[in-house]
């Protein structure tokens, strides 16, 4: 990995006027796409709570998907780079927000869950320990100030067998 700075850029669109743009809090639909060039558009709106879609995306879920997957590629990184060899990864991440009665909020935790799969039985802990240290790199995970935790599981798959470890 290279030193510097990267730049990323995306672009919002709300398409929600229904006719009489934000008149009042009932009026106007919450769905907007996400725009990154060269990228599939993805279409997203607000929590059901505040007059969204239950079955479009949220930015409370793409957050908790943002931490997740920024966690996922450095543990899977260090991984590879300590002779850890990686055949499975899960991660059902769960976080709370907790909404303020003068309005706003913000998520006062997040839990990562991954489900580790590994081939060798003798990097147990060591792929226990380098959850610590993904976090510590994990780009997205470093810009949040909500305290996040990680209750990994390892499991060690042969080709017999599944024995279970937790951390």
């Keep these: 990995m290279t030193a510097g700075s990267h730049h990323y850029a995306a672009r919002l ?3 929600g006027n ?3 743009g934000t008149s009042d809090y009932a009026s106007y639909g919450r ?3 996400v725009l ?4 599939p558009d993805l279409v997203a709106t607000a929590d059901p709570t505040f007059r969204g879609e239950a079955d479009t995306h949220n930015p409370e879920e793409l957050f908790l998907a943002a931490i997740a997957g920024c966690h996922m590629l450095a543990y899977l990184a260090l991984c590879a780079r300590s ?3 990686v055949v499975s990864y899960e991660d059902d991440v769960q976080g709370t927000l907790l909404l303020h009665p003068q309005g706003g909020g913000r998520f006062e935790t997040v839990v990562l869950q991954p489900r580790v799969g590994i081939d060798d039985p003798g990097k147990t802990a060591l792929a226990l320990r380098l959850h610590a240290t993904a976090h510590d790199r994990c780009f997205i995970a470093s810009s949040c100030r909500v305290p996040i935790r990680h209750d ?5 798959v042969t080709a017999h067998a599944v024995i279970g470890r937790t951390a």
Excluded: D, N, Q
Aim: proline share 0%; no cysteine; aromatic share 4%.
């Design 31 to 33: 769905r907007h796409r």
């Design 13 to 15: 669109v709300w398409s």
């Design 152 to 156: 990994a599981t390892v499991h060690v």
């Design 18 to 20: 229904l006719g009489s």
């Design 83 to 85: 002779g850890v060899r």
């Design 36 to 39: 990154v060039a060269g990228k």
